[in-house]
């Protein structure tokens, strides 16, 4: 900025020339007499003012008085147009519009400038037009050369930045915004630096290797050096939440007990899908928050718009699914188990029974088993008591079995015990095993006994297992019929005794 000095002519210059410059300069210009803020500058000093921001914070309206001491001269035409005046005198009387809100504190700043010997000062504020509009303005002030003595002489220039500043705020407030989605985002988000990953690949590329997952295969090593190439750059709060941490620092620290278990394999599928350029990727991981709490996370991987040269900023999302996991679970449960009983049901037996007509091994011993009385408890103790009875079934019968053998509840009473590569003698060791636990369960229950009849028969690669099955259930039928008999009591009442046993 020039400053004009009116009183300082140089040989051959005319002085209109200066008073037609400032007049047609591009920017704003005002000429102001602020003698009046010197004297009272000057009487506040007497009165032993050392520090004028405190004595402007005792008693903000002395700014206001500093402000009325300023005298406006005159202003060019761009100051005309900048402001939306009609003419100096319509500017001036309206300066409480210019000069309002927001401005005075950056106001004292100017003031303090001069008050602390400077000749010169400048701030960024903000002005308005008289019909209101905002200005952001770049003030620069000085006093002209000459008139150090008595500030009559002042010359501002005002700047109009208001478009900067707009542009300036929308991105910052776009800033705001994107850091406000990122830290408040319901998700986990994770900004990561995936470069050193990048070279490595490109390292191997280099070196003419093509089938990545060979590679891979032959050198897995090269999967945990690329996992030690990731830098963590910055994680949500809702991240923080859901691996259980105080802050990123405890959890940057625990990344090991977080990512353990199977995480190198489904690193090594997105590494593959890395060499092959697939800059976004969807799976479901594994991984552990600070707490040992397992999670099902849905990941999603994206290389940031721009950075598809180097991978140097990297989005991770993780989606909690572990809800949605132990349902889809439970509803698998559902489809092969029974709720009561919580063994096999019908359903997975039919199909285990195919599988094992068609693969084996063999023999295969099936047992046959049905729960006696449970049709007298049910009528003559309630429902209730014949689930109990049921339960108590499931229990003995989940104990006694290990994989690869199964127990089923086929029916109501009904139940089905499979054991593969087991011959007639193992499968009569296992009707023993059940015997022996029904005996203890019933030491527990000694007002409502449990009994098992039960048929066996065992079945050769030769022979279809449906056949078994039947084998094994005549010889349940015996059994249970030598039960009744034997206990000489009636059927639909809830008798205890000991199981019955038949073999085929």
Same mark, same amino acid.
């Given at each position: 900025?020039?400053?004009?000095?009116?009183?300082?002519?140089?040989?051959?210059?005319?002085?209109?020339?200066?008073?037609?410059?400032?007049?047609?300069?591009?920017?704003?210009?005002?000429?102001?007499?602020?003698?009046?803020?010197?004297?009272?500058?000057?009487?506040?000093?007497?009165?032993?003012?050392?520090?004028?921001?405190?004595?402007?914070?005792?008693?903000?309206?002395?700014?206001?008085?500093?402000?009325?001491?300023?005298?406006?001269?005159?202003?060019?035409?761009?100051?005309?147009?900048?402001?939306?005046?009609?003419?100096?005198?319509?500017?001036?009387?309206?300066?409480?519009?210019?000069?309002?809100?927001?401005?005075?504190?950056?106001?004292?700043?100017?003031?303090?400038?001069?008050?602390?010997?400077?000749?010169?000062?400048?701030?960024?504020?903000?002005?308005?037009?008289?019909?209101? #509009?905002?200005?952001? %303005?770049? &003030?620069?002030?000085?006093? /002209?050369?000459?008139?150090? $003595?008595?500030?009559?002489?002042? +010359?501002?220039?005002?700047?109009?930045?208001?478009?900067?500043?707009?542009?300036?705020?929308?991105?910052?407030?776009?800033?705001?915004?994107?850091?406000?989605?990122?830290?408040?985002?319901?998700?986990?988000?994770?900004?990561?630096?995936?470069?050193?990953?990048?070279?490595?690949?490109?390292?191997?590329?280099?070196?003419?290797?093509?089938?990545?997952?060979?590679?891979?295969?032959?050198?897995?090593?090269?999967?945990?050096?690329?996992?030690?190439?990731?830098?963590?750059?910055?994680?949500?709060?809702?991240?923080?939440?859901?691996?259980?941490?105080?802050?990123?620092?405890?959890?940057?620290?625990?990344?090991?007990?977080?990512?353990?278990?199977?995480?190198?394999?489904?690193? #090594?599928?997105?590494? %593959?899908? &890395?060499?092959?350029?697939? /800059?976004?990727?969807?799976? $479901?991981?594994?991984?552990?928050? +600070?707490?040992?709490?397992?999670?099902?996370?849905?990941?999603?991987?994206?290389?940031?718009?721009?950075?598809?040269?180097?991978?140097?900023?990297?989005?991770?999302?993780?989606?909690?699914?572990?809800?949605?996991?132990?349902?889809?679970?439970?509803?698998?449960?559902?489809?092969?188990?029974?709720?009561?009983?919580?063994?096999?049901?019908?359903?997975?037996?039919?199909?285990?029974?195919?599988?094992?007509?068609?693969?084996?091994?063999?023999?295969?011993?099936?047992?046959?088993?049905?729960?006696?009385?449970?049709?007298?408890?049910?009528?003559?103790?309630?429902?209730?008591?014949?689930?109990?009875?049921?339960?108590?079934?499931?229990?003995?019968?989940?104990?006694?079995?290990?994989?690869?053998?199964?127990?089923?509840?086929?029916?109501?009473?009904?139940?089905?015990?499979?054991?593969?590569?087991?011959?007639?003698?193992?499968?009569?060791?296992?009707?023993?095993?059940?015997?022996?636990?029904?005996?203890?369960?019933?030491?527990?229950?000694?007002?409502?006994?449990?009994?098992?009849?039960?048929?066996?028969?065992?079945?050769?690669?030769?022979?279809?297992?449906?056949?078994?099955?039947?084998?094994?259930?005549?010889?349940?039928?015996?059994?249970?019929?030598?039960?009744?008999?034997?206990?000489?009591?009636?059927?639909?009442?809830?008798?205890?005794?000991?199981?019955?046993?038949?073999?085929?």
């Amino acid at each position: 900025m020039t400053i004009l000095n009116p009183g300082a002519v140089s040989p051959g210059r005319n002085p209109s020339d200066d008073a037609e410059m400032f007049e047609l300069a591009p920017v704003s210009l005002w000429l102001e007499d602020y003698s009046a803020l010197k004297a009272l500058f000057a009487q506040w000093r007497e009165l032993g003012v050392t520090d004028l921001r405190a004595h402007f914070a005792a008693d903000p309206s002395r700014v206001k008085q500093c402000s009325a001491c300023i005298r406006v001269i005159k202003v060019n035409r761009k100051t005309l147009t900048l402001f939306d005046a009609n003419d100096t005198d319509h500017l001036v009387a309206n300066l409480d519009k210019v000069f309002r809100d927001d401005m005075l504190n950056t106001h004292v700043d100017e003031l303090v400038q001069l008050w602390d010997g400077g000749s010169a000062f400048e701030s960024h504020t903000v002005n308005y037009t008289l019909t209101g #509009r905002r200005l952001d %303005i770049q &003030l620069h002030g000085r006093i /002209l050369p000459g008139h150090e $003595e008595t500030w009559d002489r002042v +010359l501002i220039a005002i700047e109009d930045v208001t478009e900067r500043e707009t542009a300036r705020r929308k991105l910052t407030e776009s800033e705001t915004y994107a850091s406000g989605l990122f830290a408040h985002s319901p998700v986990s988000l994770w900004v990561e630096d995936f470069s050193g990953v990048k070279k490595l690949l490109d390292e191997v590329r280099e070196r003419g290797i093509t089938d990545f997952r060979v590679f891979t295969d032959v050198h897995p090593e090269f999967v945990a050096r690329c996992m030690s190439e990731i830098r963590v750059l910055e994680v949500n709060r809702r991240t923080l939440e859901l691996f259980g941490a105080a802050d990123k620092g405890a959890l940057l620290r625990a990344l090991r007990d977080v990512f353990r278990d199977d995480v190198e394999t489904h690193f #090594r599928e997105q590494l %593959i899908d &890395l060499w092959d350029n697939k /800059l976004f990727q969807l799976r $479901e991981v594994v991984n552990y928050a +600070l707490d040992g709490t397992k999670l099902n996370l849905l990941l999603q991987f994206s290389v940031l718009p721009g950075r598809e040269r180097d991978w140097s900023l990297v989005q991770v999302a993780l989606t909690d699914i572990t809800a949605r996991k132990k349902a889809e679970a439970y509803l698998e449960y559902l489809g092969t188990h029974d709720v009561l009983t919580k063994l096999f049901n019908r359903s997975f037996f039919v199909d285990e029974l195919n599988r094992l007509d068609r693969k084996g091994p063999h023999p295969v011993t099936i047992i046959m088993a049905d729960l006696n009385g449970l049709k007298a408890a049910n009528d003559e103790l309630g429902h209730a008591a014949g689930d109990a009875l049921l339960r108590r079934a499931g229990e003995v019968l989940t104990s006694a079995i290990e994989k690869p053998a199964y127990a089923c509840r086929i029916g109501g009473d009904e139940f089905a015990i499979l054991l593969p590569e087991t011959d007639e003698v193992a499968g009569q060791a296992m009707i023993q095993t059940i015997q022996d636990l029904v005996a203890i369960n019933n030491t527990f229950y000694p007002d409502h006994s449990l009994s098992l009849s039960m048929g066996a028969a065992t079945g050769r690669s030769v022979e279809r297992l449906e056949s078994v099955v039947k084998r094994a259930d005549l010889a349940m039928l015996d059994a249970k019929r030598q039960h009744y008999f034997e206990s000489d009591h009636d059927r639909r009442r809830p008798v205890g005794g000991v199981p019955s046993i038949a073999a085929s």
